[in-house]
């Protein structure tokens, strides 16, 4: 794999979380139907995917589809589901080879049972790999996400396991599906739409914003290193203030 050479490895985000929005979009503005727009935007994850884990992302989580999306029609749900099955049966052998680890987060039991199938495969051939995770978010949304940690943790106290006076923010983290991954530093939105669509809502209160009208399917190697030199001119104070920063 080729190192970049163009970028300061201190500024490099740990994890980036990306909305791959606008391929409809995209599509309708060509005449073509909305899943060619997804068909385009599965070469924008492979460029992408390969281009973060050669500049040394270590978590990349895309939201390939949102508890929302179910509402779309049958048709662009099913064409999703046969890409997304496609994509994780052609792109193993590549993972392996780059040292990616696939998994999910979101409701997996919603999915159909043949794309089900395939991503248990593929998450448990690449388990052991450490190069970097790649969290594809499935049926994600947020408040759900929360809900089921919030569910667990009640059911916890009622059955007399916790005491509800010692839960904690981190005892919350531990029951997402990102549990035990760092917070994303960088949220990319593409497609021109600014807001966040139900996702990584705990994840991402001190997460850095980037909107860009760049439809997904022309958002390619050099669209990321160009949010990531954005991300590095950043300066990220958590709520102190600029002077404290620089004395630390
Ligand atoms: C994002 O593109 C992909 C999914 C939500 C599955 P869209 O399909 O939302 O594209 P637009 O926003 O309609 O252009
Ligand atoms: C967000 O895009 C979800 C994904 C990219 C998977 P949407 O297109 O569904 O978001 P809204 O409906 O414009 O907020
Ligand atoms: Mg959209």
Redesign the pocket.
């Known amino acids: 794999m080729q190192e970049s050479t163009s970028l300061d490895i201190r500024l490099i985000p740990t994890h980036v979380a990306i909305?791959?929005?606008g391929n409809g979009r995209w599509a309708e503005k060509r005449h073509k139907p909305r899943l060619s727009g997804h068909k385009a935007g599965v070469d924008s994850v492979r460029s992408v995917v390969e281009t973060a884990r050669e500049i040394g992302i270590r978590h990349l989580t895309l939201?390939?589809?949102?508890t929302?999306?179910w509402q779309r029609p049958p048709t662009e749900v099913k064409g999703l589901m046969k890409l997304l099955r496609t994509y994780l049966e052609s792109e193993l052998r590549t993972m392996l080879k780059n040292d990616i680890r696939l998994f999910c987060l979101g409701q997996q039991e919603r999915l159909p049972a043949d794309v089900l199938s395939v991503l248990n495969m593929v998450m448990e051939e690449t388990a052991q790999c450490g190069g970097m995770t790649l969290n594809l978010?499935l049926s994600y949304g947020g408040r759900n996400e929360m809900m089921r940690a919030v569910r667990d943790l009640a059911g916890r106290c009622v059955a007399g396991e916790l005491d509800y006076h010692a839960l904690s923010e981190e005892m919350l983290s531990n029951r997402l599906d990102t549990a035990g991954q760092p917070d994303p530093d960088l949220l990319i939105r593409t497609g021109g739409?600014h807001?966040l669509?139900n996702?990584l809502l705990w994840q991402s209160s001190y997460t850095e914003l980037y909107f860009t009208e760049t439809q997904w399917p022309e958002f390619r190697k050099d669209q990321l290193l160009e949010a990531i030199a954005v991300y590095g001119s950043r300066q990220r104070r958590f709520g102190k203030t600029g002077a404290q920063l620089h004395v630390e």
């Open positions: 909305i791959m929005d939201y390939a589809f949102s929302e999306n978010a739409e807001r669509s996702f």
